[in-house]
């Protein structure tokens, strides 16, 4: 039996590893999930739909285990516990809605009236009761989503996975959808939902998981990964009309890595490598008004996705 303190977890990986020929596309995650909604942020390429479709069941790992309450998750009973929504559309477009959902419904075994009592259910619950008589074709990327996850819910498993399933919706369809899913962890599912914009999913959850290059780079909540991007040595470019006088001053900052003039392209400029870019900043604004600096430009070099993954990745490896 679990500690009431240390729930058994939903979903599980340990140490998995998954080779598509000589590409190695997750290498030794570990990963747990328990409850609530927890987000997984990467960049395209980075692994996240791989982990995924092992995660309900569509992929063996080439070594490790994936469990769904114990149970592999390629195996029936796990199945039954997992509501997927791919991130590509698998419709028939000449269908409603309602006549969509009805067919998936029948596929999953229940009877016709049970699938009748069903589809009403799930599209009450994603929003889409009242919308749903309309032909696929006609849907925008917002209302295809819902019928994705009504489909999902079809059998009212208890964990739900979503693949970029806020990608190319407008702003109010997606607020639209963060409501939904929040719906749906107050009744008590656990959302695993994938994102290339960790700013996609601030709103929605304070606990993500950072994927890179097939590796967990980092887990934990939004302060504890901002902790770990606050290590992540920020470059600055500072356009100003004294250089010479605010590297001196920048270099008695502790924050302040290296200072280096003859590194930027304009003669008045300088570049800045700095930890703790919160800090940082605060402390370069306060210099900038007691010295009465003009600043031309500000530009931080570093600040992609790409570079903060990959720095996470090959730093500490905390999580």
């Known amino acids: 039996m679990p500690h009431p303190a240390f729930p058994e977890p939903l979903l599980l990986f340990e140490q998995v590893s998954k080779w598509y020929g000589s590409v190695l596309a997750l290498n030794q995650v570990t990963l747990s999930l328990t409850g609530g909604i927890t987000g997984l942020v990467g960049a395209n390429g980075s692994g996240k739909s791989t982990l995924l479709r092992m995660a309900n069941?569509?992929?063996?790992p080439t070594l490790g285990r994936v469990s769904v309450r114990g149970i592999?998750?390629?195996d029936w009973q796990a199945r039954r516990l997992v509501g997927y929504c791919p991130d590509v559309d698998a419709f028939y477009e000449d269908l409603s809605g309602r006549r969509f959902v009805w067919v998936m419904a029948r596929l999953c075994g229940y009877t016709r009236a049970e699938s009748t009592?069903?589809?009403e259910d799930v599209l009450e619950r994603v929003g889409m009761r009242d919308r749903a008589d309309r032909k696929l074709r006609g849907y925008s990327k917002g209302m295809r989503q819902r019928v994705?996850?009504?489909?999902a819910l079809l059998h009212d498993p208890?964990?739900?996975i979503l693949d970029e399933p806020l990608s190319g919706i407008d702003p109010i369809g997606r607020q639209e959808l963060l409501e939904v899913f929040q719906s749906l962890a107050t009744q008590g599912k656990c959302l695993l939902i994938s994102s290339h914009e960790l700013e996609a999913l601030e709103k929605l959850t304070n606990h993500v998981a950072i994927m890179a290059r097939g590796r967990?780079?980092?887990?934990?909540?939004?302060?504890?990964?901002?902790?770990?991007?606050?290590?992540h040595p920020?470059?600055?470019?500072?356009d100003v009309d004294r250089p010479r006088d605010l590297a001196r001053l920048l270099l008695a900052i502790p924050e302040v890595l290296a200072v280096d003039i003859g590194k930027a392209p304009e003669p008045e400029g300088l570049v800045v490598k700095a930890r703790n870019p919160k800090r940082f900043f605060q402390t370069f604004s306060r210099l900038v008004i007691e010295e009465q600096l003009e600043v031309r430009r500000l530009e931080a070099l570093d600040e992609s996705a790409h570079d903060i993954l990959g720095y996470l990745l090959g730093g500490s490896g905390r999580t």
């Open 72 to 74: 592999d998750a390629w």
């Open 117 to 119: 009592q069903r589809t």
């Open 158 to 160: 208890e964990l739900l």
């Open 234 to 238: 920020l470059s600055v470019r500072i």
């Open 216 to 231: 967990i780079a980092a887990v934990g909540t939004l302060p504890q990964i901002r902790e770990l991007l606050d290590d």
């Open 148 to 151: 994705k996850l009504a489909q």
């Open 57 to 60: 069941g569509q992929l063996k």
